[in-house]
Nanobody, 126 residues
């Protein structure tokens, strides 16, 4: 089992920054790759970024490239999502997900993540 707890969400003005954290515990093999997703009201969940502890590979959604940075602190079992130059369209509930290697493809499809956090709200005002 893997437990994921997100934190760091909040209200920020456009152009501002937030850093989300996802604290993980449990089976380390089953959280080889950690991902960040978001879901805005009335919209489908979308993949934002992910990072593999095995290969170091990262992935970013096109709309966040150059603004968001994913990183991990293995000593703290925590994955971070640094979000800069935030826009109102970044407003959503952000979720952390975890899953184990091997994957069918990179970045891993949603269905191959086994564990999900409860989400943290990010609101960007214009």
């Amino acid at each position: 089992q893997v437990q994921l707890v997100e934190s760091g969400g909040g209200l920020v003005q456009a152009g501002g920054s937030l850093r989300l954290s996802c604290a993980a515990s449990g089976n380390i093999v089953r959280r080889e790759t950690m991902g960040w997703y978001r879901q805005a009201p009335g919209k489908e969940r979308e993949r934002i970024s992910c990072i593999s502890s095995r290969s170091g590979s990262t992935y970013y959604r096109g709309s966040v490239k150059g603004r968001f940075t994913i990183s991990s602190d293995n000593a703290k079992n925590t994955v971070y999502l640094q979000m800069n130059s935030l826009k109102p369209e970044d407003t959503a509930v952000y979720y952390c997900a975890a899953g184990g290697w091997p994957w069918s493809t990179w970045p891993p499809p949603d269905r191959e993540y086994d564990y999900w956090g409860q989400g943290t709200q990010v609101t960007v005002s214009s």
